[in-house]
C-alpha cells in the first residue's frame, strides 16, 4: 500500500508539473510578412528560440505594412514586424499605441536589397543614372512606400527631386517587375532576388543598389500596447528574436575580406526561409538583406524618416521620434542574454 501510495504522489507531483508549465506559456500573435527580412522570426520559431523563453508564437502573416498596423490597433495582434511606411506613421498619429523596438532590415552599405531596374528599351536609349531619370517615369509599390523614401533621398543627394522624376505607384513587387520586363514603364524598384533573377533572364539592367546611397532602417520591430505593459513577456519576445538575428547573421551576413562567407549552418536557414516565404533557397541565397546581428534598431534615423515624410506632405502630424522609438526593452534583453547592448 506504501508504494501504491507512493506512486500515486509521484504521479501527481508529475501530472502538477506539467499543468504549471503548460500554464506558463505566453501564447503571442505576431504580424509577419513573407519576407526574407523575417528571417530572424522564421528561425526563432524552428529553433524553438520562443519556446525556450515560455511563448507560444502564432505567426500571423500579411502581404504589406498597412495591414499590420490596423491589426495593431485592433489588438488582433500584439506584435508587428514589418517595413516602415508613410502609412504607419500615420497609424500612430492618429492614436494607434505602438513603438519601435528593434531592427528588422535595413539598407546597408555593402549589402544589397533594392535597386532600380531598367526596362531594356529605356537603357539602349542612355537611361543608366539618377540624373538620366530626369523626366521619365519610375515604378514604385505605392505613394508613401519604403521604395518612394528612397528614391526621394537618393534624388536629393544627387541636387534632384522628387518634381524631376514622375513617381509611378505600380502596387505590388511582381507588377513592378513585370512593367519593366514588358518595357511599359522606364524604370521601376526592384527588391533581391528579383533583380538578378531580372539580369541573368535579361528582362531589365540594374541601374544601381540602394545601399550604395542610403543606410536606411526600411523595417522594424513594432510592440503594441499590450506587450508594452508586459515587462516580462515582451523581455521574452526580444531574447528569443535577438538569438533569432545572431543565428542568422553568424550564417549568412559574416564577411571575410568583404566577401560573404557562409556559416555552417546557412543551408538550414535557406530551407528555414524557403519554408515560410515559399521561394527556393537558390533564389534566396542571391538577396540576403543585411539584419543587425543583435536587432538593434538605427534609432536615429527615424527622425530622419519622420521628418522627410512630412515635409513631402505624407503623414499628417510631425512626430517625435523620442515618442514612439523605445529601446529599453532591447538594451534590458541584451543584459539579461550576457551581451553588450
Known amino acids: 500500500?506504501?508504494?501504491?501510495?507512493?506512486?500515486?504522489?509521484?504521479?501527481?507531483?508529475?501530472?502538477?508539473?506539467?499543468?504549471?508549465?503548460?500554464?506558463?506559456?505566453?501564447?503571442?500573435?505576431?504580424?509577419?510578412?513573407?519576407?526574407?527580412?523575417?528571417?530572424?522570426?522564421f528561425i526563432a520559431v524552428e529553433k524553438g528560440f520562443f519556446k525556450e523563453q515560455g511563448l507560444d508564437v502564432k505567426q500571423v502573416f500579411?502581404?504589406?505594412?498597412?495591414?499590420?498596423?490596423?491589426?495593431?490597433?485592433?489588438?488582433?495582434?500584439?506584435?508587428?514586424a514589418?517595413?516602415?511606411?508613410?502609412?504607419?506613421?500615420?497609424?500612430i498619429a492618429g492614436g494607434v499605441e505602438m513603438k519601435i523596438v528593434a531592427d528588422k532590415g535595413r539598407e546597408w552599405k555593402g549589402y544589397q536589397l533594392c535597386g532600380i531596374m531598367?526596362?531594356?528599351?529605356?537603357?539602349?536609349?542612355?537611361?543608366?543614372?539618377?540624373?538620366d531619370l530626369k523626366g521619365h517615369r519610375v515604378g514604385v509599390t505605392q505613394i508613401g512606400s519604403t521604395f518612394h523614401y528612397m528614391l526621394g533621398n537618393m534624388l536629393g543627394k544627387n541636387g534632384m527631386s522628387l518634381k524631376d522624376v514622375k513617381v509611378t505607384p505600380l502596387?505590388?513587387?511582381?507588377n513592378m517587375m513585370d512593367t519593366v520586363a514588358s518595357d511599359n514603364i522606364e524604370t521601376a524598384f526592384m527588391v533581391q532576388p528579383f533583380c538578378s533573377v531580372m539580369e541573368a533572364k535579361k528582362m531589365g539592367h540594374r541601374m544601381l543598389w540602394v545601399s550604395d546611397y542610403l543606410n536606411y532602417q526600411i523595417a522594424a520591430i513594432f510592440f503594441g500596447k499590450k506587450m508594452m505593459?508586459?515587462?516580462?513577456?515582451?523581455?521574452?519576445?526580444?531574447?528569443?528574436?535577438i538569438k533569432g538575428c545572431r543565428y542568422y547573421f553568424d550564417n549568412c551576413l559574416k564577411k571575410r575580406n568583404g566577401k560573404i562567407v557562409r556559416g555552417p549552418k546557412f543551408d538550414e536557414v535557406m530551407k528555414i526561409i524557403s519554408k515560410y516565404t515559399g521561394r527556393k533557397p537558390k533564389l534566396i541565397a542571391m538577396g540576403l538583406n543585411y539584419n543587425d546581428r543583435n536587432g538593434k534598431l538605427f534609432a536615429k534615423d527615424i527622425q530622419h524618416q519622420i521628418d522627410w515624410y512630412y515635409s513631402h506632405g505624407m503623414i499628417?502630424?510631425?512626430?517625435?521620434?523620442?515618442k514612439i522609438v523605445d529601446m529599453s526593452i532591447w538594451e534590458q534583453s541584451m543584459k539579461e542574454l550576457g551581451l553588450k547592448p
Not at 531598367?118 to 540624373?131: D, E
Not at 502596387?171 to 511582381?174: E, F, R, T
Open 229 to 241: 505593459k508586459d515587462k516580462k513577456t515582451s523581455e521574452a519576445f526580444m531574447r528569443a528574436y
Open 316 to 322: 499628417s502630424k510631425h512626430l517625435d521620434a523620442r
Open 171 to 174: 502596387g505590388g513587387v511582381k
Open 62 to 80: 500579411f502581404r504589406s505594412a498597412q495591414p499590420v498596423a490596423v491589426a495593431l490597433a485592433s489588438g488582433d495582434i500584439v506584435v508587428g
Open 118 to 131: 531598367v526596362s531594356n528599351k529605356a537603357w539602349n536609349q542612355g537611361i543608366r543614372t539618377l540624373k
Open 1 to 41: 500500500m506504501k508504494w501504491k501510495g507512493l506512486t500515486i504522489t509521484i504521479i501527481a507531483c508529475v501530472f502538477m508539473a506539467f499543468f504549471q508549465e503548460a500554464k506558463a506559456v505566453t501564447k503571442l500573435r505576431v504580424g509577419v510578412l513573407k519576407l526574407t527580412s523575417s528571417a530572424p522570426i
Open 82 to 91: 514589418t517595413g516602415i511606411t508613410a502609412g504607419l506613421y500615420n497609424a
